[in-house]
Each structure stands twice: as C-alpha cells, then as structure tokens.
C-alpha cells in the first residue's frame, strides 16, 4: 500500500548535499532539509539564506567567511547554478569578458586579425580565472570598455535582435506545431463522427428492410474520406505559409559571399576557330555517275570509305589557293627587305661594320 507523504519527508536531494554546513552558522541541511545556500559573485563564498538576511540586511558589510574581507552587499546574492564553484565563478566570468568584448568577425579586415583579438580576449580571461596580474587586466577591460562604449552598445544591441528573433522563429514553429496537432486531433475526430454517422444510416435502412442495404453500406463506408482532399488541401496551405514566415535558426554574421563556379565550358578542339568556308558551299550530294556507283559499291565502301569526305576534301584543295594573294605577300617581302637594307647603310655611315665592327 502506497503511504501518503508526511511531515517528516524531505524532497529528493543529490549525492553529498545532507554533509553541506554553512561555513558561518555550521547549520547542516541534514539538520535543516529546508536550508538554500546563497553565494555572491565577488568572492563566491557559500552560505545559508539566513545569515544573509541576518548580517547584509542592514547594508554591505564584509564577507564572515575567516580570510576574506571583501565587502559583499545582500542583492548580489544568487542561488548557485553549478555543483562546482570553480565552474560558477568561470562561467561568470567568460560571461562579463563576452559582455565587453563583443566584436564580430564582419568588424576585422582578415580572418587572422580576428583571431588575433580572439587570443587576447581569452588572454585577459586567463589571467582573471587564475589571478594572474589583476590590477592591470582590470584597468585593460575598464579602458577598452570606456574607449568602445558605443561599439559595445551596437554589439549588444544587435546580439539582442538576434536572440528576439531566435526565440520568436521557436515560437512561431511551435505554434504552427500545435496547430497542426489540433488540425489532424480535429480531422480524426470528424472523420469518426462521420463514420458513426455513416453506420447509423446503414443500420437504419437495414432496419427498414431497404433492397439496396449492401450499396448503402459501401456508400456508408467510404462516405468519410470525402472531406479528406480538403484538408489535405489545408495542410498544404498551411505548409507553405510556414514555410514563407520562417526564418532561418542560425545565422552566421560577418561571411564573405561564396560565389558560385562559372559551369564548365563545352571543350572546343579547335579552339574557337570556326572552319567555315568563305568562297563555296559545300553541297549535301553532288551528281556524278563514278559517285553515284561508290555510293552502292559493296567493295568500296566494305574499307569505311564516304563519298560525302571524298567532296569535300576535292572541293577544299580546289579553293584552297583563292585566298592566297601573292603579290601582297612579296610587296611585303620587298618592303621588310628594304628596312633590313636601309639599317646596315646608317650602320656603314656612322663607321660599324655589317657585323657591328667598328671599321674606322
């Protein structure tokens, strides 16, 4: 038999936390199963809800814990978050560095100079996890902090939208996965009470002693998928005006665009050369008795011989000399004769030799 909770259950707590003692009060949570612990991010000394009330109600006032002197103040006194305190305090404080330091990658001219900032940003976040040089890593982020204060600002403004948006886009999906829960809850159940409906009908002609029972009841059986084209209809609508509202759930800021490879050019043997004949047309069958016979000759064309390439060979090297034209060609060899002609004259003139000796 299952015992009803009494006033002496406690709730459910992890392994180790019945030995947690406030290092102040030395109350246990064995003790006191009630008890919260609190700490406080400027020193993150743990201790019980009620000696916070009792010594920081009246104000700041210094940490109790024996060696620290820090001046605490009851309002930053949080519940923790991580078993580890280790893991508390260095969760924070990536958070505060990020808080300041939020430059994007669109901001930097390379890829290098934004991972150059990535290294002393996470620089500065080493030495303040392991206390190395704190006076001056707190005097580099109070500085950068008040020489950025607008970038800073933008950057977080914009980190905002970007979160707004993040959680409407899960918003709407989840809405849109609600309703289409509810559509398909809704189809099912008309589609049941048109069933019912349909076998109501059966039954009732079957008791009236109708002929045409057995048509009815196939009529009555397949009468509830009519309405199903339309709702498939609707879900389909629906689908797409999703799809259109959408946006996308991660966005990446600061990429350069991809552009897309050219496609591949069809390869031209030839090189765009284009082997076109300027002084005749070249016709897809000429008559003659001697071609007219190779074309039904067994024997001749048994070796892969074509009368169309035997045409064309015969009809280029008829034309081939018409687009020679022979004195251009030596009114041009006389013309590169007489520079070459004229050269070795001035040569002469001014003393060098043929071969450029000096014969003077």
């Excluded at 814990?65 to 969760?91: N, S, W, Y």
Aim: charged share 30%; proline share 4%; glycine share 6%.
């Amino acid at each position: 038999m299952s015992r009803a909770p009494g006033r002496n259950d406690t709730p459910q707590r992890g392994a180790g936390e019945e030995d947690e003692i406030c290092p102040v009060c030395k109350s246990s949570r064995y003790l006191n199963p009630n008890m919260r612990f609190l700490v406080n991010p400027e020193c993150y000394h743990k201790m019980c809800e009620s000696c916070v009330d009792r010594i920081f109600s009246q104000g700041p006032a210094p940490c109790p814990v024996a060696g620290c002197a820090r001046t605490l103040r009851k309002q930053r006194f949080r519940k923790q978050t991580f078993e580890d305190l280790q893991i508390e305090r260095e969760v924070d404080i990536r958070r505060r560095v990020a808080s300041t330091f939020n430059r994007r990658e669109s901001e930097f001219q390379t890829l290098l100079d934004y991972n150059n900032y990535l290294e002393e940003v996470e620089t500065l976040t080493f030495n303040l996890l392991n206390n190395i040089d704190l006076t001056r890593t707190e005097a580099t982020l109070d500085s950068y902090a008040k020489q950025n204060a607008q970038d800073i600002a933008s950057n977080s403004a914009l980190s905002a939208q970007e979160n707004a948006s993040t959680e409407a886009n899960f918003a709407a999906q989840k809405e849109q996965a609600k309703l289409r829960r509810e559509a398909a809850r809704k189809e099912d159940v008309d589609e049941r009470m048109e069933r019912e409906e349909g076998r109501r009908e059966v039954l009732e002609k079957i008791r009236r002693g109708d002929a045409d029972a057995d048509k009815t009841t196939k009529v009555g059986l397949k009468k509830p998928s009519g309405r199903r084209p339309a709702i498939a209809k609707e879900r389909q609508q629906a689908a797409k005006a999703d799809n259109g509202a959408a946006t996308p759930l991660f966005q990446i800021q600061g990429l350069k665009p991809v552009e897309k490879p050219k496609p591949e050019e069809v390869y031209d043997p030839f090189d765009g050369y284009v082997l076109k004949q300027e002084y005749y047309l070249l016709q897809p069958q000429y008559d003659h008795s001697w071609l007219d016979k190779a074309r039904t000759d067994t024997q001749i064309r048994a070796g892969g011989y074509d009368v169309t390439e035997y045409c064309t060979r015969a009809m280029l090297e008829a034309f081939a000399g018409l687009g020679i034209f022979v004195e251009e060609e030596v009114a041009g060899r006389d013309e590169a004769a007489s520079k070459v002609v004229g050269t070795e004259s001035a040569a002469l003139a001014v003393g060098y030799g043929k071969d450029g000796v000096d014969v003077l």
